[in-house]
T-cell receptor
Framework: AQKVTQAQTEISVVEKEDVTLDCVYE???????LFWYKQPPSGELVFLIR??????QNEISGRYSWNFQKSTSSFNFTITASQVVDSAVYFC????????????FGTGTRLTVIP | ETGVTQSPTHLIKTRGQQVTLRCSSQ?????VSWYQQALGQGPQFIFQ???????GRGNFPPRFSGLQFPNYSSELNVNALELDDSALYLC????????????????FGPGTRLTVL
């Protein structure tokens, strides 16, 4: 069975601090896809990144970076030099190769960046 | 801007009523997925439509039904509304190849917030 766990319910940091959001997943598929989405107060889910199970290279996009480790089934997300605009709920999600192209979401981590 | 639109933005219904939510997919996309997000939770997959047919379904009862139209827009219908149906309903569009195996990213609309009294 598939499962995504985001153990951190809420995190608060002071502006310019670095913060890492944890994500641990479970799946029986050998081919799968991992995602991070940002949900600001407006409610719309904003796509941040997709990573497939065969690509363990870490990725950096501006202040955002992602660390994918199959050995620990983790796909963590780091924001460097956080800004107030980063305040949102962040969701990690999993999509499996088998079945429909649907996403299994974690329960989310609410990040508050304090100015 | 994702290009996925949903209507209405907000809706208030009473228990036992029926509701229809609408979604227009992003240009070039042929697949629409619907998710229910209860307060404080992650979105839960309801079902997906690909080329006007249901292509997968989550753990939701039959009173949740849908349609996809030739222009790839979609409707979500919920009959016999219950209090627990109060949630944010999100529509996501994506593109799948004919083999159905391309797991491309899904782009979400702003959602419809449904309140059942």
């Amino acid at each position: 069975a598939q499962k995504v766990t985001q153990a951190q319910t809420e995190i608060s940091v002071v502006e310019k601090e670095d913060v890492t959001l944890d994500c641990v997943y479970e799946t029986r598929d050998t081919t799968y896809y991992l995602f991070w989405y940002k949900q600001p107060p407006s409610g719309e889910l904003v796509f941040l990144i997709r990573r497939n199970s065969f690509d363990e290279q870490n990725e950096i996009s501006g202040r955002y970076s992602w660390n994918f480790q199959k050995s620990t089934s983790s796909f963590n997300f780091t924001i460097t030099a956080s800004q107030v605009v980063d305040s949102a709920v962040y969701f990690c999600a999993l999509s499996e190769e088998t079945g429909a192209n649907n996403l299994f979401f974690g329960t989310g981590t609410r990040l508050t960046v304090i100015p | 801007e994702t290009g996925v639109t949903q209507s209405p933005t907000h809706l208030i219904k009473t228990r036992g009523q029926q509701v229809t939510l609408r979604c227009s997919s992003q240009s070039g996309h042929n697949t629409v997925s619907w998710y229910q997000q209860a307060l404080g939770q992650g979105p839960q997959f309801i079902f997906q439509y690909y080329r006007e047919e249901e292509n997968g379904r989550g753990n939701f009862p039959p009173r949740f039904s849908g349609l996809q139209f030739p222009n790839y827009s979609s409707e979500l219908n919920v009959n016999a509304l219950e209090l627990d149906d109060s949630a944010l309903y999100l529509c996501a569009s994506s593109f799948q190849t004919s083999s159905g195996r391309a797991k491309n990213e899904q782009f979400f609309g702003p959602g419809t917030r449904l309140t059942v009294l």
